[in-house]
């Protein structure tokens, strides 16, 4: 019997947003495959998070290129982008809690690809005055994934409704949390 490694890779992203720490047992069981199985798929847990890795690379460059992220305002490229990444954003936290991913000369240059086109955007809105120029693009790049990775989370446990992600990721990131005063 053939195995779905797509389907093995989402069951695994699943189990382990939820419990990062799940054995390699468990993701098999998540998968509904015996642990052999999986084994004959990805030697151990570093070569299963570097397929997840690169599912993570692959799920962020599609959604961003479906976002347009160089048309219209840049405040509607931003919101464009959150929408488009939320389907894939349980496993950005996953993948994002990951230091070895992010470490040394092993780190994937998809990655930095994903992080030029997004704080490529940031610079974007500056230029144009929509965002603040006190804040890199870096930060505001930054601020953006872990916006993503707390929402994902939040979602998942129930704490924020999932037709909320969007709209509270963009309206914090670009609005911030300071009230204004009304002139």
Known sequence: MA????????????LLTRRSTATMDEVAKAAGI?????????AGRDALVRALEALGIQECEAALDRARPDDGPA?????????????????????????????GEEQN?????????????????????????????????????GLLASGAWAVAEGRVARNDFTH?????????????EEA
């Open 3 to 14: 195995v779905d490694r797509d389907h093995v890779l989402r069951s695994a992203a699943a």
């Open 34 to 42: 015996s642990r052999a199985t999986l084994h004959r798929q990805f």
């Open 75 to 103: 405040s509607g490229a931003v919101r464009r982008v959150v929408r488009e990444i939320e389907p894939a954003a349980a496993l950005l936290a996953f993948l994002y809690s990951e230091n070895q991913l992010f470490e």
């Open 109 to 145: 240059a998809g990655w930095a690809s994903i992080d030029d086109r997004v704080a490529a955007l940031f610079r974007r809105g500056q230029a144009d005055g929509e965002f603040r120029i006190d804040l890199t693009p870096a930060w505001l790049t930054e601020a953006l994934y």
């Open 168 to 180: 509270m990721i963009v309206e914090l990131l670009l609005g911030g949390a300071l009230r204004r």
